[in-house]
């Protein structure tokens, strides 16, 4: 067989191949990148056309563990994966390798098949235009993700895990499959600023932090709701089912930390009682997916770490973008707007400016017995 009589065979032979899912085995052979093997450009593509491509995208970019309250000493962490298609395809996952290591030693592996798989797949960060409210927070962090998984992890805290590594496989509808992998870092947050709570009086701690079954988005993790008590621990004044009825509304917010205030909304309604939010109400207001948010203030600490105290009473913010303020000064009052069920003050720490795209991050504040508060936890500043 002559040189060019060779050329043609194996050039076809690689494109068979392809067809049949057979280019690794020519891969490990060499032949595809064999000098005297010239490849039309035209067919080197439809050699890449007919490769699956896609890759795990990390939500959130860092992964932060938390000690867990209680003092069991376990410390938990979790991240969503989302698989993208080059092609928009939709895939399916067949299946997945997850190894926590310590110090470069694996300390657990789990091995996750289809059917498992399956079960937590799910489809959180595209917008889909028949069910995405025009108010959720997807409409500000979008990926074209084909779905997506997310997996929760709580071990002794002996253990010290600070890696994870995933290796996902995928099929798309033609039959063809590939297989990524994705190191992530696992690692304590070192927290900046210190904090107070930012409100007066008794309290109680409604949802808490994700890896204790409180807040459920990657953008709001690390979050606390906070309500106001009476005197005597009471969570109620009184049967009227109304905003005034609970001990908290129109209570003072207070800013945690000096700093610059960088973002504020002061416009939208309260709902007029606890229960359920009226979302189509305020989804004709400007910029509605903010108006999730409620009234809010956002204050810059100038250490990359921001706070913000979200669904405060309407009109009720003192405070301008721009404006420097003191650790302490009043900012606005408890109030129940936006996605809130009830008057409750949602706080949260954060990288950056952005609601609903920078990442919380978990604190402490310093004013408190219990730093580290939970669901169901009762403060009182000091």
Request: glycine letters at 8%; charged letters at 20%; hydrophobic letters at 35%.
């Amino acid at each position: 067989m002559g040189d060019n009589s060779r050329r043609y065979f194996l050039k076809n032979s690689i494109l068979s191949a392809t067809g049949l899912g057979l280019l690794p085995f020519f891969a490990k052979a060499n032949l595809v990148h064999n000098s005297n093997i010239e490849i039309p450009k035209l067919d080197r593509e439809l050699i890449k056309s007919k490769q699956l491509d896609f890759h795990l995208h990390l939500v959130p970019d860092i992964i932060y563990k938390v000690d867990d309250p209680g003092g069991r000493n376990t410390s938990s962490f979790l991240f969503d994966i989302a698989v993208i298609c080059s092609d928009n395809s939709k895939l399916t996952p067949i299946s997945g390798v997850l190894k926590l290591s310590s110090a470069g030693f694996i300390v657990e592996q789990q091995n996750w098949e289809s059917e498992m798989l399956a079960k937590i797949m799910k489809v959180s960060y595209r917008i889909v235009q028949e069910t995405t409210s025009i108010v959720s927070p997807n409409r500000l962090f979008t990926l074209p993700e084909s779905f997506d998984l997310r997996f929760y992890f709580r071990h002794p805290k002996v253990l010290a895990i600070d890696s994870a590594e995933v290796q996902l496989t995928v099929a798309d509808p033609k039959g063809r499959q590939a297989t990524q992998r994705l190191k992530i870092p696992i690692q304590y947050y070192t927290q900046k600023t210190p904090l107070n709570i930012p409100f007066q009086g008794l309290g109680v701690v409604g949802q808490d932090w994700i890896t204790n079954g409180g807040h459920g988005g990657w953008w709001n993790q690390f979050a606390l709701d906070l309500r106001g008590l009476d005197q005597n621990y009471a969570e109620q004044l009184n049967n009227a089912g109304e905003n005034a009825s609970d001990p908290g509304w129109n209570r003072e917010i207070l800013s945690p930390a000096a700093g610059t205030i960088v973002y504020v909304r002061n416009d939208v309604p309260d709902n007029p009682q606890p229960g359920e939010p009226d979302l189509k109400a305020i989804a004709r207001l400007p910029e509605p997916a903010m108006t999730y948010a409620g009234n809010c203030v956002i204050i810059d600490h100038s250490n990359s770490e921001y706070s913000v105290m979200m669904h405060m009473r309407q009109g009720s913010v003192t405070v301008k973008k721009g404006q420097q303020i003191a650790a302490g000064q009043v900012i606005g009052r408890l109030g129940n707007s936006g996605d809130a069920f009830g008057p409750h003050l949602h706080y949260q720490l954060q990288t950056g400016p952005k609601l609903f795209i920078d990442q919380t991050l978990p604190f402490k504040f310093q004013n408190i017995d219990e730093p580290q508060l939970s669901r169901g936890a009762l403060f009182s500043e000091k």
